[in-house]
């Protein structure tokens, strides 16, 4: 059985898809680029979402105080930003792994970063992403792709995880 080159994650919201994103980007021994997102809490409340490339860049996502078409509950999400600085960061370059956190309502809400998703997953780098549980048209269609692998978190996984998701890559680059 081959080792698919886009490998994802799954699952409920606050199950650990992104710390297990962050221990994969730490545990690479490649170049890698793309986005991670964390929750921004003010309090004990959370405020937004920003979104982290791994070249240093940061915008919100979404936010409380963000005035936007484009709302999930009580978020505005910034089109704009995903424009700038999430579609760039995943992007292909030559021998780059690609971080993608996350395929999921908000940032699906720019056609551009659909455009540059579907870029990632067709090139030849590898992917490692997170991709929300439930999903649109668009979503279900990346999910049903050939060449996708998907694993969803859950307590019991998320420890081991991330040395997995550094096997399968090791296995892809040798």
């Known amino acids: 059985m081959s080792i698919k080159k886009n490998i994802f994650l799954t699952g409920a919201?606050?199950?650990?898809?992104?710390?297990?994103?962050?221990?994969?980007?730490?545990?690479?021994?490649?170049?890698?680029?793309?986005?991670?997102?964390e929750e921004e809490i003010s309090g004990d409340r959370r405020v937004g979402f920003m979104m982290n490339t791994l070249d240093g860049r940061k915008a919100y996502l979404a936010h409380q105080d963000i005035t936007s078409d484009f709302c999930i509950r009580r978020y505005g999400v910034s089109i704009h930003n995903i424009d700038t600085v999430a579609v760039p960061s995943i992007l292909p370059v030559a021998n780059a792994i690609i971080i993608l956190d996350e395929i999921g309502k908000m940032e699906c809400f720019s056609d551009l970063f659909k455009e540059a998703a579907l870029k990632a997953l067709d090139s030849h780098n590898i992917v490692i992403g997170t991709i929300t549980l439930g999903g649109d048209e668009f979503i279900q269609s990346i999910k049903d792709r050939a060449d996708i692998d998907i694993s969803e978190v859950t307590l019991g996984n998320r420890d081991s995880l991330p040395d997995i998701i550094l096997a399968k890559v090791t296995v892809l680059t040798e």
Do not use: Q
């Open 13 to 37: 919201p606050s199950c650990g898809k992104t710390t297990v994103i962050r221990k994969v980007i730490s545990g690479l021994a490649l170049p890698a680029k793309g986005f991670f997102t």
